[in-house]
């Protein structure tokens, strides 16, 4: 069974650039969770999203945004990017069961940098 | 709000020594799941455990352990005889049930240097 897909794995872009990153979840798993990575905030959850609608969000600025598709990949976008956004972006997704909170599996994430 | 609290920042042994990693959190809601994850360089994320607030079991898989105590709001691990490919970043995490999803609110980490 394919893991969780992310791409590309590195980025690099210019302030003031916007960036689409990819992730395909696990098939069967229709739950996509997108966190952010950097070495002052740590692991900071983004938002996730469940059936194309935005389930939970993040305290992130609204220039983060994602959009989920009727076949479970998610993209997540980032408008005029700034140098304090480069981090690695992971995604995880999980499988819906009732109301229980299952394991998120991850992805290996997008390296995205700012210049 | 919920908080997830690893006082170990990095912690460094020789080849078959135990280490174990502290996690304590912080929720208000009954209901809860608890999680530890291992980041290897490679910057994916495996998922090692999870746990609901109602099973207070102790679990052991194969040189892993976990210690749950509830009265202490802790969700400890423990690496038995470790190795060097155990070498890693450690997350604790958890996710309330009232969040109606899977939002996952992890500790700082621990890093776990194993020397040969």
């Known amino acids: 069974k394919a893991g969780v897909t992310q791409t590309p794995r590195y980025l690099i872009k210019t302030r003031g650039q916007q960036v689409t990153l990819s992730c395909s979840p696990i098939?069967?798993?229709?739950?996509v969770s997108w966190y952010q990575q950097t070495p002052g905030q740590g692991l900071q959850f983004l938002f996730e999203y469940f059936s194309e609608t935005q389930r939970n969000k993040g305290n992130f600025p609204g220039r983060f945004s994602g959009r989920q598709f009727s076949n479970s990949r998610s993209e997540m976008n980032v408008s005029t990017l700034e140098l304090g956004d480069s981090a690695l972006y992971l995604c995880a997704s999980s499988l819906v069961r009732g109301s229980e909170n299952t394991e998120a599996f991850f992805g290996q994430g997008t390296r995205l940098t700012v210049v | 709000a919920q908080k997830v609290t690893q006082a170990q920042t990095e912690i460094s042994v020789v080849e078959k020594e135990d280490v174990t990693l502290d996690c304590v959190y912080e929720?208000?809601?009954?209901?809860?799941?608890l999680f530890w994850y291992k980041q290897p360089p490679s910057g994916e994320l495996v998922f090692l455990i999870r746990r609901n607030s109602f099973d207070e079991q102790n679990e052991i898989s194969g040189r892993y352990s976990w210690n749950f105590q509830k009265s202490t709001s802790s969700f400890n691990f423990t690496i038995t005889a470790s190795q060097v490919v155990d070498s890693a970043v450690y997350f604790c995490a958890l996710s309330e049930a009232r969040a109606a999803g899977n939002k996952l609110t992890f500790g700082g980490g621990t890093r776990v240097l194993v020397k040969p």
């Open positions: 098939s069967g798993h229709r739950s």
């Open positions: 929720t208000r809601d009954t209901t809860y799941y």
